[in-house]
């Protein structure tokens, strides 16, 4: 019997196949239950549009959910015991939902059915999970100039207000005259600012439906972050080693980096190891990233193992103290110890005037999903205070800051794929050779570390 229940305020779709014990299964049934194939699939998505109707034999699937839905719940079955089901590397047990998180734009959910015996995967199911905002087709250069520090849902100081709003009282310049009366302020400095902010064009500052947020832009009050152009990137950084060590947030800094210089990537994986780039800027400036912590291991390398290691791939004939740059961070790892112990390595090393760039703490983990640990709203104020130690720290210790904290909070609803919730770039492939790194916030934010690398 199918039965589908096409009611999506708590979307609920399924296919049960019945048959008693005491009667043989129809020879459909049987034939069924000998392929590796759905009996059930259930999705809990709020307000959201699922086609086709759910068919064993139909494989893929389209859900178009409200941009506003961060997490569906998914539950599925198989015909036959002998078949283990996987989503993103882990069992899913019959009868248990499952929490997915969606990013921003459009994301894959993979149900692989594999063989218990073998691990093999036999069949696959996907589906296309589309979360967007609404989009605005005004001209972008005559909306209102509106504001938002923080986030109401994701609130991370009390002392500042929260939401969109008005930049200023009774303020009336256009989008494109108020960028206009900003080009004589001075280039920024430093990358954080307890004043900054994110300013959006809107038809009305009080619906966020209204605005543009593709164009938006975060923005210091007394000077400003621009994009450093491509030619001067080239110049600038043609003899520099630009070493990251983090977490897949930096790597996505660094893919950012490598197509500011270059235009695009043309290669791109998606490393949880070491990774070096040597021909970036026809082969003048030289990318490596290693990732950490690897918190799925056992035994943890240490910090000063991975960055020996890193600083290993770099031939020696090839770096110099005063070409090199290290850039450290990542969500929430990062610490004064780490700090310390880049320092002390550098000088062992004998890498004597490189360059530091820390970037401080980010959005993530704010949702409950299976795998991977989850933050309450209760512990925000710690994360706050612990990223404000971490800039103090760094400036203390002569390094550049890069900071994220209240960037990607405010915009934490942005989230590009990935269980953590805390990218906020996406790489696409065009073809073979050929991809592009996507993601408004982290091309903001890596914009802010090469402008500090090249004024």
């Not at 905002?133 to 207000?161: A, F």
């Amino acid at each position: 019997m199918l039965v589908s229940l096409m009611t999506c305020a708590s979307f609920f779709l399924y296919v049960n196949w019945r048959f008693s014990t005491t009667h043989a299964p129809s020879p459909i049934l049987a034939e069924l239950m000998g392929q590796p194939l759905l009996r059930t699939l259930e999705v809990k998505a709020g307000e959201c549009d699922f086609t086709p109707a759910f068919d064993p034999y139909q494989t893929n699937y389209q859900l178009h959910i409200e941009y506003d839905q961060l997490v569906i719940m998914l539950r599925a079955t198989p015909f036959t015991d002998d078949i283990l089901l996987i989503v993103e590397g882990s069992p899913l047990q019959n009868d248990q939902w499952l929490n997915y998180t969606c990013g921003a734009g459009q994301t894959n959910l993979s149900i692989h059915l594999t063989s218990k015996d073998t691990a093999r995967i036999l069949s696959n199911y996907v589906i296309s999970i589309t979360r967007k905002r609404h989009q605005v087709s005004s001209n972008i250069s005559v909306l209102n100039v509106c504001q938002m520090m923080q986030d109401c849902d994701m609130r991370i100081d009390q002392s500042y207000g929260c939401g969109l709003g008005p930049l200023a009282p009774r303020a009336s310049l256009s989008w494109a005259a108020f960028w206009i009366g900003r080009k004589h302020l001075p280039l920024c400095k430093n990358g954080f600012s307890t004043e900054a902010r994110w300013l959006v064009p809107c038809g009305s500052c009080s619906s966020s439906k209204t605005c543009a947020w593709d164009e938006a832009r975060w923005t210091y009050p007394d000077c400003q972050h621009m994009e450093t152009p491509r030619v001067v990137l080239q110049h600038c950084l043609s003899t520099a080693k630009i070493l990251f060590l983090g977490d897949s947030t930096l790597r996505g800094m660094m893919y950012e980096a490598v197509q500011q210089l270059d235009g695009s990537l043309a290669r791109w994986e998606k490393s949880h190891d070491i990774a070096v780039y040597n021909q970036t800027n026809r082969g003048n400036t030289v990318f490596a990233f290693a990732y950490y912590p690897k918190f799925w291991r056992r035994e943890l390398p240490s910090f000063e193992w991975t960055l020996k290691k890193l600083i290993d791939r770099v031939p020696a004939s090839r770096i110099k103290g005063e070409d090199m740059v290290l850039v450290l961070g990542g969500v929430h790892w990062l610490t004064k110890t780490h700090m310390d112990a880049a320092l002390k390595l550098l000088s062992e090393q004998g890498l004597h005037g490189a360059r530091i760039v820390v970037k401080t703490l980010g959005a993530g983990f704010h949702q409950r999903v299976h795998g991977v640990h989850f933050l309450p709203k209760e512990s925000l104020k710690k994360i706050v205070s612990h990223n404000q130690h971490i800039i103090t720290a760094s400036l203390q210790r002569g390094f550049a800051v890069v900071d994220t904290l209240r960037m990607t909070y405010a915009r934490y609803k942005d989230f590009t794929e990935g269980k953590c919730a805390c990218h906020f770039h996406k790489v696409m492939k065009l073809r073979a050779n050929l991809y592009q790194v996507e993601g408004l916030i982290n091309r903001q934010y890596t914009n802010m570390m090469l402008q500090n690398l090249c004024s």
